[in-house]
């Protein structure tokens, strides 16, 4: 059973489409992250968010948190060819101590 | 300012050698974190470290692999008699403090074993 689940597990679209990639679970969340990750690299952190029903905005991403804190979304904004990579959603639960990672969007931007 | 350093990026081990790898955390950086990742996966949790102590390791397997992070140098993932199974990326992640606003991950360790 996965904690995380993220839909859609694969994404091609075309330049200058708008995405929306979900993460969700039936567990709460303390806080829940949006990672990127290119071949070869390791994941880089693009947002945190922690309080129910917070949205956050970096530049052409918007992430919400779910009011429950169950769930979170990542909508893209006029998708370039640079967005391309896989997307991870993480989640801290209370009392933890590491993150746990959602299955992963694989984001491919045509040109 | 370095970010998270681990080596080697490849390595190569034949069936029954040892697999060590490295990860140097962020400088400020007390709390270490391995997770790995097989091909078109996610990353799985493996261990947590703080300095000279394993905080929770319930993600790493019982046998063959141990973890440490001594008061001086890298922390250190080690993989005793590797099997094809053990097959595939290693990242590791730090942090300043337990409040966890977010990791910054290495480049990670990509194990091929032949």
């Known amino acids: 059973t996965q904690l995380l689940e993220q839909s859609p597990q694969f994404l091609s679209i075309q330049e200058g489409e708008n995405l929306t990639v979900y993460c969700n679970s039936s567990s709460v969340f303390s806080s829940l992250q949006w990672y990127r990750q290119e071949p070869g690299e390791g994941p880089v952190l693009l947002v945190t968010v922690v309080t129910g029903g917070e949205v956050k905005k970096l530049k052409r991403l918007t992430f919400q948190f779910g009011d429950a804190r169950k769930d979170s979304s990542l909508h893209i904004t006029a998708a370039q060819p640079g967005d391309t990579g896989l997307y991870l959603c993480?989640?801290?639960?209370?009392?933890?101590?590491?993150?746990?990672f959602g299955t992963g969007t694989r984001l491919t931007v045509i040109p | 300012n370095a970010g998270v350093m681990q080596n080697p990026r490849h390595l190569v081990r034949r069936r029954g050698q040892e697999a060590r790898l490295r990860c140097s955390p962020m400088?400020?950086?007390?709390?270490v974190y391995w997770y790995r990742q097989l091909p078109e996966e996610g990353l799985k949790f493996m261990v947590y470290?703080?300095?000279?102590?394993?905080?929770?390791e319930s993600g790493m397997p019982k046998e063959r692999f141990s973890a440490e992070f001594p008061k001086e140098g890298p922390s250190i993932l080690r993989i005793q008699q590797v099997v094809r199974g053990d097959s595939a990326a290693y990242f590791c992640a730090s942090s300043p403090n337990t409040f966890n606003y977010g990791y910054t991950f290495g480049s990670g360790t990509r194990l091929t074993v032949v």
């Open positions: 993480a989640g801290l639960q209370t009392g933890a101590n590491n993150l746990f």
């Open positions: 400088k400020g950086h007390s709390h």
């Open positions: 470290l703080q300095k000279e102590n394993i905080i929770d």
